[in-house]
């Protein structure tokens, strides 16, 4: 079945300093959402990458899809102490069933003020 | 978008007894997910539930143990069955009811069996 590896599992930052998280997929994705979980909270959308190479920028946050549509990169620009939390990347096979997502481990990133 | 509520947020139950979880959308929607997260892991979809059709079930899931039920397009259980503490988890409900295919989650019910 659809595998959805992502790195690193964990990142510690100085605020400040950037950081980023890397999702590759065992099989071509239609889609590739990210979701952002605060430390006992639930997963919340951020954004959804559907076009090969697509870029999009939220404030701080860039997100990119690879050529191929089976990577994908999560990078924030300055993190802040705000920006804690496990971000997960979640693909939707091509070949799939409609709407079912396949969760990366997340990576739990900390920024020390 | 769309807000959903779960019910209970936590409990703590005994091995061999069964727990339901009740999931509440504020709004109609045509698919509802189950999800299990082990503390600091990822999320791993039990089943899939449409509404007026037997639940769809994931590798590993069976109906035996985690029954599910969709009497309408607002609401969804999922039950726990004979469970053992390797049940403890986090269970998660999600709908499908974003413009872009993003799902919306519940804030989860976080259970510990002993």
């Known amino acids: 079945g659809q595998q959805v590896m992502q790195i690193p599992q964990y990142q510690h930052v100085q605020e400040g300093e950037d950081f980023t998280t890397y999702c590759n997929s065992s099989?071509?994705?239609?889609?590739i959402q990210w979701y952002k979980q605060r430390p006992g909270g639930h997963p919340v959308f951020l954004i959804q990458?559907?076009?090969?190479?697509e870029v999009k920028k939220q404030k701080r946050l860039t997100f990119q899809f690879g050529e191929a549509k089976k990577n994908s990169s999560l990078h924030i620009t300055a993190t802040q102490t705000t920006d804690v939390g496990t971000y997960f990347c979640?693909?939707?096979?091509?070949?799939?069933?409609?709407?079912?997502?396949?969760f990366g481990k997340g990576t739990l990133l900390t920024v020390n003020p | 978008s769309a807000v959903i509520s779960q019910k209970p947020s936590r409990d703590i139950c005994q091995r061999g007894t069964s727990l339901t979880i009740q999931c509440q959308v504020d709004?109609?929607?045509?698919?509802m997910f189950w999800y299990r997260q082990q503390p600091g892991q990822s999320l791993t979809l039990i089943a899939t539930?449409?509404?007026?059709?037997?639940?769809?079930?994931e590798s590993g899931f069976v109906i035996d143990k985690f029954p599910i039920s969709r009497p309408n397009l607002t609401f969804s259980t999922l039950t726990v069955s004979n469970m053992s503490p390797e049940d403890s988890s986090i269970y998660l409900c999600?709908?499908?009811?974003?413009?872009?295919?993003?799902?919306?989650f519940g804030p989860g019910t976080r259970l510990t069996v002993t």
């Open positions: 999600s709908v499908d009811a974003g413009e872009f295919g993003e799902q919306y």
């Open positions: 099989t071509t994705l239609s889609n």
């Open positions: 990458l559907v076009k090969s190479g």
């Open positions: 979640a693909g939707e096979d091509s070949g799939g069933s409609n709407y079912k997502l396949t």
């Open positions: 709004s109609q929607v045509t698919m």
């Open positions: 539930a449409n509404q007026g059709s037997e639940a769809t079930y």
